[in-house]
């Protein structure tokens, strides 16, 4: 199996299914947990140093956050209804308490912080939609944690590519500092596949090759990105969901499209009136 592919496991006394810390992804920025809980089931946490992103990828919580209590945060069924999920961001250091309404899935975003700034509900106004690609490259986009919103260090944001389209394509890559055309982001992709017997590739590769891995995800699956480039295709009867945690020395998304393949995001040329 690639080391690069987490798989889910039974949940453990606190819900928790999958874990990956920066000491286990060999890495230094990017947190992520995946958690299931059950109605009354509580899960706590918070880290000093480290911020996080709460979201509820499905169903609905109570969320307490340090002396702040944010009421039925969440809601939808699935990730795949149209619907925002329940976020409440919370700053390095403040503890924080999950207490589930009934079934829930909790994705726990994670970064280095400093511990400034208030706990506060992520809205639904506040996660701006995008429609991307076209054709076949066509995914929808929902942006809960943008560089326009405040945090430390977390970037987050979920994407929804239907069966047989391709997704993060063309290839892109985010792993080297160039100063207005690329930046330094680590990243996770959490999976989940519609239904859920399903399956999608994701291929993660250098220029060089020194990193070339084709992984076939199933649901419940995360995927490690420390480098390179890294597309997504979705089977044919089969709708993708992915949840992305990127995190790095710099709070920006710049990106570099593969130079092989660019010509696909590129405009077609003018043809005259």
Same mark, same amino acid.
């Given at each position: 199996?690639?080391?690069?592919?987490?798989? +889910?496991? !039974?949940?453990?006394?606190?819900?928790?299914?999958?874990?990956?810390?920066? *000491?286990?992804?060999?890495?230094?920025?990017?947190?992520?947990?995946?958690?299931?809980?059950?109605?009354?089931?509580?899960?706590? &946490?918070?880290?000093?140093?480290?911020? *996080?992103?709460?979201?509820?990828? @499905?169903?609905?919580?109570?969320?307490?956050?340090?002396?702040?209590?944010?009421?039925?945060?969440?809601?939808?069924?699935?990730? /795949?209804?149209?619907?925002? +999920? &329940?976020?409440?961001?919370? +700053?390095?250091?403040?503890?924080? @308490?999950?207490?589930?309404?009934?079934?829930?899935?909790?994705?726990?975003?994670?970064?280095?912080?400093?511990?400034?700034?208030?706990?506060?509900?992520?809205?639904?106004?506040?996660?701006?939609?995008?429609?991307?690609?076209?054709?076949?490259?066509?995914?929808?986009?929902?942006?809960?944690?943008?560089?326009?919103?405040? *945090?430390?260090?977390?970037?987050?944001?979920?994407?929804?590519?239907?069966?047989?389209?391709?997704?993060?394509?063309?290839?892109?890559?985010?792993?080297? @500092?160039?100063?207005?055309?690329?930046?330094?982001?680590?990243?996770?992709?959490?999976?989940?596949?519609?239904?859920?017997?399903?399956?999608?590739?994701?291929?993660?590769?250098?220029?060089?090759?020194?990193?070339?891995?084709?992984?076939?995800?199933?649901?419940?699956?995360?995927?490690?990105?420390?480098?390179?480039?890294?597309?997504?295709?979705? !089977?044919?009867?089969?709708?993708?969901?992915?949840?992305?945690?990127? *995190?790095? +020395?710099?709070?920006?998304?710049? /990106?570099?499209?593969?130079?092989?393949?660019?010509?696909? !995001?590129?405009?077609?040329?003018?043809?005259?009136?």
């Amino acid at each position: 199996m690639s080391r690069l592919r987490i798989r +889910p496991q !039974a949940p453990g006394d606190d819900g928790t299914v999958l874990v990956v810390t920066p *000491a286990s992804a060999g890495w230094s920025h990017v947190g992520f947990k995946v958690v299931k809980l059950t109605a009354g089931q509580r899960h706590e &946490g918070g880290e000093a140093g480290r911020e *996080a992103c709460l979201v509820l990828v @499905a169903g609905s919580a109570d969320i307490v956050a340090g002396d702040q209590r944010f009421g039925n945060v969440g809601g939808r069924a699935s990730p /795949f209804e149209d619907r925002a +999920p &329940g976020a409440v961001y919370v +700053p390095a250091g403040l503890p924080y @308490a999950v207490v589930a309404q009934g079934d829930v899935e909790l994705a726990i975003c994670t970064a280095p912080g400093s511990g400034t700034g208030a706990a506060r509900p992520i809205g639904d106004a506040d996660m701006s939609r995008e429609v991307r690609g076209n054709g076949t490259n066509t995914r929808y986009v929902r942006n809960i944690l943008p560089e326009t919103e405040a *945090a430390d260090g977390l970037l987050v944001v979920e994407v929804v590519t239907p069966a047989g389209h391709w997704s993060s394509y063309p290839p892109h890559k985010h792993d080297t @500092a160039t100063p207005g055309e690329e930046s330094i982001l680590e990243e996770t992709y959490y999976h989940r596949t519609q239904p859920r017997q399903g399956f999608a590739f994701q291929r993660v590769y250098t220029a060089d090759r020194s990193l070339d891995e084709a992984i076939a995800v199933e649901d419940g699956d995360v995927v490690l990105v420390p480098r390179g480039y890294h597309p997504v295709g979705a !089977a044919h009867g089969y709708d993708l969901y992915y949840l992305n945690v990127m *995190a790095g +020395p710099e709070r920006r998304w710049l /990106f570099r499209n593969d130079p092989d393949h660019a010509w696909i !995001a590129a405009p077609p040329p003018f043809s005259g009136p």
